[in-house]
């Protein structure tokens, strides 16, 4: 049963990596004030999850929860490809809360590794956040 259990894991992993970078080359693309709403977007998301019976499963619908892991990461990068901007945002925000729970407190190292990835994406939407876009413009000299 371990043998199953890592493949498993194994493959998860190897998914998850492929639609981290996915998620990381969106959230790159976005300017950087929209990036500062996400952060925020994300953080509720991520909240919203954790108020959840099962927070990994978020966004699964219910007929689906027994399967190894949800489909709340699907359908978030589903939603991030979205050429509306709203929606891709939520997408994006959705993804990270539930890979957020997926990885978090996980035993394999693959899946640690992306947690860590994580919590950095996290940190930097966090900055971005906090990072004033229009006190920049305020200070910078008036144009002639």
């Given at each position: 049963m371990?043998i199953?259990?890592r493949l498993i894991?194994?493959n998860?992993?190897?998914?998850?990596?492929?639609q981290l970078?996915?998620i990381?080359r969106?959230?790159?693309?976005l300017?950087k004030?929209s990036?500062?709403?996400?952060?925020?977007?994300?953080?509720?998301e991520i909240?919203?999850?954790?108020r959840?019976d099962?927070?990994h499963?978020?966004?699964?619908?219910p007929?689906?929860r027994y399967l190894?892991w949800?489909q709340g990461?699907e359908?978030?990068?589903a939603r991030a490809?979205?050429?509306?901007?709203?929606?891709?945002?939520?997408g994006i925000a959705?993804w990270?809360?539930?890979?957020?729970?997926e990885?978090?407190?996980?035993p394999?190292?693959g899946?640690q590794?992306?947690?860590?990835?994580?919590m950095?994406?996290?940190?930097e939407?966090?900055?971005?956040?906090?990072?004033?876009p229009?006190?920049?413009?305020?200070?910078?000299?008036?144009a002639a």
């Amino acid at each position: 049963m371990r043998i199953v259990t890592r493949l498993i894991a194994m493959n998860r992993s190897r998914q998850l990596g492929r639609q981290l970078r996915e998620i990381e080359r969106s959230i790159q693309a976005l300017p950087k004030r929209s990036r500062a709403r996400l952060g925020t977007m994300s953080l509720r998301e991520i909240g919203q999850a954790s108020r959840s019976d099962f927070p990994h499963l978020y966004g699964t619908p219910p007929e689906e929860r027994y399967l190894p892991w949800g489909q709340g990461t699907e359908i978030g990068l589903a939603r991030a490809r979205s050429d509306n901007a709203e929606v891709a945002m939520r997408g994006i925000a959705l993804w990270l809360a539930v890979a957020y729970h997926e990885t978090k407190g996980n035993p394999h190292p693959g899946l640690q590794a992306h947690h860590r990835e994580l919590m950095r994406l996290l940190r930097e939407l966090k900055e971005d956040h906090r990072a004033d876009p229009l006190k920049e413009w305020m200070q910078a000299p008036a144009a002639a």
